[in-house]
């Protein structure tokens, strides 16, 4: 069955740091453009930061830039997404996905279910 299943969500105050999961099962995520987007409450959901096959290209979103690193460890097939410098714009439900088209499509052949982000004081 193939699955992507995020973790490391949570509360943290700003300027806090988070560091999110994302294991891949059923599918080899080395294979595939991998990505993080988030949807704050009321909003669309936005591509935050993408990562082609071989790793060499990554597009990051300009509210995060500096901030959010995208990665991946092929032996784990997990991708992660390390969060520094939060704020509470930062708020919002975090979804992993991958997909064999290009970096951050809107459609993303797969996707996570989600795991929460709250960045308040």
């Known amino acids: 069955q193939l699955r992507l299943v995020e973790s490391g969500g949570g509360l943290v105050q700003p300027g806090g740091s988070l560091r999110l999961s994302c294991a891949a099962s059923g599918l080899t995520l080395e294979s595939y453009n991998i990505g993080w987007y988030r949807q704050a409450p009321g909003m669309r959901r936005e591509a935050v930061s993408c990562m082609s096959p071989d790793s060499r290209t990554i597009y990051s979103a300009a509210p995060v830039k500096g901030r959010f690193t995208i990665s991946r460890d092929n032996g784990a097939n997990t991708a992660y997404l390390q969060m520094n410098a939060l704020k509470p714009e930062d708020t919002g439900l975090y979804f992993c996905?991958?997909?064999?088209?290009?970096?951050?499509?809107?459609?993303?052949?797969?996707w996570g279910q989600g795991t929460p982000v709250t960045v308040s004081s």
């Open positions: 996905a991958a997909t064999t088209s290009r970096l951050c499509p809107p459609s993303p052949d797969y």
